[in-house]
């Protein structure tokens, strides 16, 4: 084998592991989609081999104390900060978390949600929130540190 396949061939052994050691694990900010603005970091870990995710910092200036004023039950008025928004998501065999809850606390709607690894950039993920044939997705961006 010449030099140049076998360097090729040890490119193709450890660029799959250099990509599998990115995760969907740590600190996200979040990104609204409408408007390009950062609006908070989210904490997203893993318990008991589930997803979830809650909001550690209020990035919007103005905001960093926001009470959940539109929501119902036991999130009425309660802080954004702290507040668990995404809950109990499974991974699928490609790498995809899927739920049925990704909470949106501005606008107190619970969304169906899938999140990913963007292939092209690991620092990226992507949200998506589903409300029965509709969706939005967004770009979260990883917090280093």
């Known amino acids: ?3 140049s396949k076998l360097i090729l061939l040890g490119i193709f052994l450890i660029l799959p ?4 050691s990115q995760s969907v ?7 609204d989609d409408r408007t390009g603005k950062p609006k908070a970091v989210i904490d997203i870990y893993k318990k ?5 995710g809650h909001v550690v910092e209020i990035l919007e ?12 039950g036991e999130f009425k008025d309660q802080p954004v900060l702290g507040m668990t928004i995404i809950e109990a998501a499974k991974e699928n065999d490609v790498g995809e978390w899927k739920g049925k809850k990704l909470f949106d ?3 107190a709607m619970t969304f169906r949600c899938k999140i990913w690894l963007n292939p092209e950039n690991a620092n990226e993920l992507k949200v ?15 917090v280093e540190g």
Not at 48 to 52: I, S
Not at 128 to 142: C, E, H, K, M, P
């Open 1 to 3: 084998m010449g030099l």
């Open 48 to 52: 008991e081999g589930l997803m979830y």
């Open 128 to 142: 998506r929130g589903y409300l029965v044939f509709i969706y939005r997705t967004q770009t979260w961006l990883r």
């Open 25 to 31: 694990f740590g600190r996200w900010k979040t990104i």
């Open 61 to 72: 200036e103005g905001k960093e104390n926001a009470l959940c004023t539109k929501c119902d």
């Open 17 to 20: 592991c250099t990509m599998q």
């Open 105 to 107: 606390p501005q606008q």
